[in-house]
C-alpha cells in the first residue's frame, strides 16, 4: 500500500517570536520547535518515520514564512528513494517566503538507491523582501556500502518560477552522463547550495557572496568540480559534483557559515540533530 504524506509548516511571528504551526497527513511530522539561536529564528525537525519512499510513494511538503519571520528546518538523517518496480516515488516540496521574511531549507542527502525511479521536485517561490538560503544534496548509490548504482532513475527538479529553473534525467544506464569526462565523471554526489531574493540582489553583494564561496572552493579538496555563480540577479548558487555525500556536504556548510554572516551577521551554530 503507497505511502501518501502531507505536511504543511506555517512560521509566523509573535511577540518578536517565530513560531511554527504545522498540519500533517500520513507518516509526516516536525518536532518541537526548537530556538538555540533566541526568539527571531525557530528551528525544526522535519521526520519522515518510515525511513524511505517506494513505487508509488508521495510525500508533499509545503512551507510558508510569513512577514517578520525566521525558519530553519532539516532532517535528521537521508531520504532514500528504494527499489520500485513500477510507479515513481515522488517528493515534492514547496517553499515560500513572504516580504520580510527569512528560511532556511537544509535537509541532509537523499540517497537514490539502485533499482529507484524517484522523482525528487523542489519549488521555491519568495516575494520581494523575502530572502531563502538552502542547500539541495543527492546521492546515486551507496558507494560505501559497494551497492553502486546500476539500475532505474533519477527526475531532479529545482526551479524559481518564471526566474531558476534546472530539471534532469540521470538513467543508470547512461554511461556518458554518469561516467564520461563531459558528465558526472564517475562522482556520484550531487550538491547545491543557493540564496534566492525576492528581488534582484545588489551586485556588491552578489559579488561578495560569490567571493566568499570561491574562497572556500580554492582551498578545498573537490575545488575541480565545484563552482559559483549569479544565473540571474537574484540567484546565487554553488554546485558542487563528489565522490561521496561527506566531503559535499562538509562544503556546503562551510559555505553557508559565511554567507549567514555576511547577509545577516548571525553566527551558523550546527542544529544539534546533524551530531546525533
Same mark, same amino acid.
Given at each position: 500500500?503507497?505511502?501518501?504524506?502531507?505536511?504543511?509548516?506555517?512560521?509566523?511571528?509573535?511577540?518578536?517570536?517565530?513560531?511554527?504551526?504545522?498540519?500533517?497527513?500520513?507518516?509526516?511530522?516536525?518536532?518541537?520547535?526548537?530556538?538555540?539561536?533566541?526568539?527571531?529564528?525557530?528551528?525544526?525537525?522535519?521526520?519522515?518515520?518510515?525511513?524511505?519512499?517506494?513505487?508509488?510513494?508521495?510525500?508533499?511538503?509545503?512551507?510558508?514564512?510569513?512577514?517578520?519571520?525566521?525558519?530553519?528546518?532539516?532532517?535528521?538523517?537521508?531520504?532514500?528513494?528504494?527499489?520500485?518496480?513500477?510507479?515513481?516515488?515522488?517528493?515534492?516540496?514547496?517553499?515560500?517566503?513572504?516580504?520580510?521574511?527569512?528560511?532556511?531549507?537544509?535537509?541532509?542527502?537523499?540517497?537514490?538507491?539502485?533499482?529507484?525511479?524517484?522523482?525528487?521536485?523542489?519549488?521555491?517561490?519568495?516575494?520581494?523582501?523575502?530572502? #531563502?538560503? /538552502?542547500?539541495?544534496?543527492? *546521492?546515486?548509490?551507496?558507494?560505501? $556500502? &559497494?551497492?553502486?548504482? +546500476? @539500475? =532505474? !532513475?533519477?527526475?531532479?527538479?529545482?526551479?524559481?518560477?518564471?526566474?531558476?529553473?534546472?530539471?534532469?534525467?540521470?538513467?543508470?544506464?547512461?554511461?556518458?552522463? #554518469?561516467? /564520461?569526462?563531459?558528465?558526472? *565523471?564517475?562522482?556520484?554526489?550531487? $550538491? &547545491?547550495?543557493?540564496? +534566492? @531574493? =525576492? !528581488?534582484?540582489?545588489?551586485?556588491?553583494?552578489?559579488?561578495?557572496?560569490?567571493?566568499?564561496?570561491?574562497?572556500?572552493?580554492?582551498?578545498?579538496?573537490?575545488?575541480?568540480?565545484?563552482?559559483?555563480?549569479?544565473?540571474?540577479?537574484?540567484?546565487?548558487?554553488?554546485?558542487?559534483?563528489?565522490?561521496?555525500?561527506?566531503?559535499?556536504?562538509?562544503?556546503?556548510?562551510?559555505?553557508?557559515?559565511?554567507?549567514?554572516?555576511?547577509?545577516?551577521?548571525?553566527?551558523?551554530?550546527?542544529?544539534?540533530?546533524?551530531?546525533?
Amino acid at each position: 500500500m503507497p505511502w501518501h504524506a502531507r505536511l504543511s509548516i506555517d512560521y509566523t511571528t509573535r511577540e518578536g517570536r517565530s513560531v511554527a504551526r504545522f498540519r500533517h497527513d500520513g507518516p509526516l511530522r516536525i518536532l518541537q520547535s526548537l530556538y538555540p539561536e533566541g526568539d527571531a529564528i525557530c528551528h525544526n525537525v522535519l521526520v519522515h518515520p518510515p525511513g524511505g519512499l517506494v513505487g508509488g510513494d508521495t510525500l508533499d511538503i509545503r512551507v510558508t514564512a510569513a512577514a517578520g519571520s525566521h525558519g530553519l528546518v532539516t532532517t535528521p538523517g537521508a531520504s532514500r528513494f528504494y527499489r520500485s518496480e513500477g510507479e515513481p516515488a515522488v517528493q515534492q516540496t514547496q517553499l515560500q517566503v513572504q516580504a520580510g521574511a527569512r528560511l532556511e531549507w537544509l535537509p541532509l542527502e537523499a540517497l537514490c538507491y539502485s533499482g529507484c525511479n524517484a522523482h525528487n521536485r523542489l519549488q521555491l517561490q519568495v516575494a520581494p523582501g523575502g530572502e #531563502l538560503l /538552502g542547500w539541495d544534496v543527492t *546521492a546515486l548509490g551507496l558507494p560505501h $556500502a &559497494s551497492q553502486p548504482f +546500476v @539500475a =532505474g !532513475s533519477l527526475q531532479q527538479h529545482l526551479e524559481v518560477p518564471g526566474v531558476w529553473l534546472e530539471r534532469g534525467r540521470i538513467e543508470a544506464s547512461d554511461a556518458p552522463l #554518469l561516467d /564520461g569526462a563531459l558528465g558526472l *565523471a564517475g562522482r556520484r554526489c550531487l $550538491a &547545491s547550495l543557493f540564496y +534566492v @531574493a =525576492g !528581488s534582484p540582489i545588489a551586485r556588491d553583494r552578489r559579488e561578495a557572496l560569490l567571493e566568499i564561496a570561491r574562497a572556500q572552493l580554492d582551498s578545498h579538496a573537490l575545488s575541480e568540480t565545484a563552482g559559483a555563480t549569479s544565473p540571474q540577479p537574484s540567484v546565487v548558487v554553488v554546485r558542487v559534483l563528489a565522490p561521496v555525500v561527506e566531503p559535499a556536504m562538509q562544503l556546503l556548510r562551510a559555505i553557508w557559515t559565511d554567507w549567514r554572516r555576511e547577509l545577516w551577521r548571525l553566527d551558523a551554530p550546527m542544529p544539534r540533530i546533524w551530531s546525533t
